[in-house]
């Protein structure tokens, strides 16, 4: 905001609190601050700045001063604080709004956690298990050799015993 667009210097409902009034000196806010003014102050205060001018000083009949500021004058500066409290809305909601997204990119969702953790573990399942049958494929490898070698040594050991002795004759045999 430029200087010249700033309000001029008075009280202002406080930005930070609508119950008090906070005194703007023209550039800034200051840490005065005050009670809203009572109902008879108000009343006493507007008898002593409401002051009829004569017709004959440039002024049109009826055209009131408040406090040495014209009608136009009052209502030029209240617009002038409506615009400045509106740009400074604007710029705190799209800060609000940055911050708000932020925040929202940082955030990791529970479901992501556990569906990380979840699929870890199937991970881990999954090689334990291939693992396994890995040691289960070399386990039957060796057992089968092993069979595979006792079966032949019986055999050689029944014709190697055959070979070298009758075969027993029983009772009823020729």
Do not use: C
Request: aromatic share 10%; glycine share 6%; net charge negative.
């Amino acid at each position: 905001m430029r200087i010249i667009d700033a309000p001029q210097a008075g009280w202002y409902p406080d930005p930070d609190g609508r119950e008090r009034l906070r005194w703007w000196d023209g550039l800034d806010w200051t840490d005065i601050r005050r009670a809203p003014p009572s109902t008879a102050e108000l009343t006493r205060a507007e008898a002593n700045m409401v002051h009829e001018m004569p017709v004959g000083q440039g002024q049109p009949v009826g055209q009131q001063q408040y406090g040495g500021y014209s009608r136009q004058d009052t209502q030029e500066i209240i617009a002038e604080v409506r615009t400045v409290a509106r740009q400074e809305l604007d710029r705190a909601a799209n800060e609000f709004s940055q911050r708000a997204n932020t925040a929202v990119r940082s955030f990791t969702p529970l479901i992501t956690e556990y569906t990380s953790t979840m699929l870890r573990w199937v991970k881990v399942a999954l090689a334990f298990a291939i693992l396994l049958f890995i040691v289960w494929l070399t386990f039957q490898a060796i057992a089968s050799q092993s069979l595979f070698d006792w079966i032949g040594d019986r055999i050689d050991n029944l014709t190697e015993d055959s070979l070298g002795a009758p075969l027993p004759r029983g009772r009823g045999h020729l």
